[in-house]
């Protein structure tokens, strides 16, 4: 076997990690609750590419945080609105923050039409704070408010979504994450939290179906539909880690271009460095969060997206004829007589369909251009920018290529 350099890079702060798995969480919990007091540890934050971190203020020895459940307006792209329901006006709802040992204090108010409750998924906790409605606790009824108190026994990125009408609230967009820093600081440079979801938007509607179980036609990273998603930007030589998080009907495959990386955790904690394998695609089943790591050791502008290649597209409609092939001239007319703007596509293929005429509210199955014309994409897709030395991580604009290192056209033999 041939070990590179970005094996060893990739390996070494994975093997310091470990010895962190070697603290018990009760040892950490008993610390933190003889402490009488929360972990005033500073911690690098994530980013929730397009999303927000939920701010918290320290009262009477705890983190305190409010989560507003409440219907709201959300752009999925630039061209489509949809009636979602979230936290704090936003889907997914803003991203928790904390670190192992902390105790967290958690309202929940409820400005939804109907009854709901939060389950923090994945935490270790007293049961009755689970947020089961009707298991472990009442259900919080439209307008009433509760609170949940528990400290942090361990670290990792785990979720929050409601256990009350789970099939109805989490279809139309209620999550988030909830992350757990460890105390130590850890060798990370930029850490991506991006939720996957999938909904099912009639072409001109704008509220999501909930009763649809397989047949989704909009697929989001972080609620957003690309050209809508927002560019990862990292510095060359970043140790990278982004977390996939999943609460929707299908297990979504994501993969990276030009790179590799590590999976090194779920949401049932870390993996130990020598469990830890190299990848391109990580599959995040639903119900969990996958988390990959690695050097952007390679300039440029990679794309990053599901590889189920119909979560790449937006508004598709999955129950049209397959005419690959077909000539459909005769027909046309014949339908144009009725139907005066009917057009015969999908003889040769669907790259050339990516603006027609399409109902409002609606967005084109594939949209976006790159620096070479369009990208064929929709849907679960967004681009890693990986720059030299670059000072900000702002959008940098499109990958300048060195000489003689783009794929050309050459004259016919
Ligand atoms: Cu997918």
Redesign the pocket.
């Known amino acids: 076997m041939n070990i590179t350099r970005r094996d060893l890079l990739g390996a070494m702060p994975l093997l310091a990690a470990g010895a962190a798995l070697l603290k018990s969480p009760r040892a950490i919990a008993a610390q933190a609750e003889a402490s009488n007091g929360p972990a005033h540890l500073s911690f690098k934050p994530v980013v929730s590419p397009n999303g927000a971190t939920l701010p918290w203020t320290i009262k009477n020895g705890a983190k305190e945080f409010h989560l507003i459940a409440e219907p709201i307006k959300h752009e999925v792209a630039p061209g489509m609105v949809i009636n979602a329901w979230g936290y704090n006006g936003r889907t997914p709802g803003p991203t928790i923050e904390a670190v192992e040992g902390d105790r967290v204090r958690i309202y929940v108010h409820n400005k939804l039409p109907e009854r709901t409750s939060v389950h923090w998924h994945g935490i270790f906790l007293p049961n009755g704070m689970d947020g089961v409605a009707g298991l472990t606790q009442p259900h919080i009824e439209p307008g009433e408010t509760y609170v949940y108190e528990f400290v942090l026994k361990q670290h990792g990125v785990f979720m929050y979504h409601p256990h009350s009408d789970e099939m109805v609230e989490i279809a139309l967009g209620m999550m988030g994450f909830f992350v757990i820093h460890p105390r130590a600081a850890e060798a990370v440079d930029r850490h991506f939290v991006i939720m996957?979801h999938?909904w099912s938007v009639e072409p001109g509607t704008g509220t999501p179906n909930p009763n649809v179980m397989t047949d989704f036609n909009l697929?989001t990273f972080n609620s957003r539909a690309w050209p809508g998603t927002d560019p990862l930007v990292v510095r060359r030589g970043d140790r990278v880690r982004i977390t996939l998080g999943n609460l929707s009907m299908?297990?979504?495959?994501i993969h990276i271009h030009g790179h590799r990386f590590w999976h090194v955790g779920t949401d049932g904690g870390t993996i130990p460095p020598s469990a830890r394998i190299p990848m391109t695609t990580i599959n995040v089943p639903p119900g969990t969060t996958q988390t990959v790591e690695w050097i952007a050791d390679a300039p440029g502008d990679w794309a990053f997206h599901?590889?189920?290649s119909h979560?790449t597209m937006n508004a598709m409609n999955h129950a049209l004829p397959n005419v690959l092939g077909v000539n459909q001239r005769g027909v046309e007319e014949k339908i144009r007589k009725v139907l005066p703007e009917y057009m015969a596509m999908g003889e040769t293929g669907m790259g050339d369909m990516m603006d027609m005429g399409r109902p409002k509210n609606t967005l084109p199955m594939m949209a976006g251009n790159g620096p070479f014309g369009p990208i064929e994409m929709g849907g679960?897709f967004t681009v890693i920018k990986v720059r030299e030395g670059i000072k900000s991580y702002e959008d940098p604009g499109w990958y300048k290529h060195p000489p003689n290192t783009v794929a050309r056209r050459v004259p016919e033999k």
């Open positions: 996957l999938e697929f299908d297990s979504h495959p599901c590889h189920k979560h679960m």
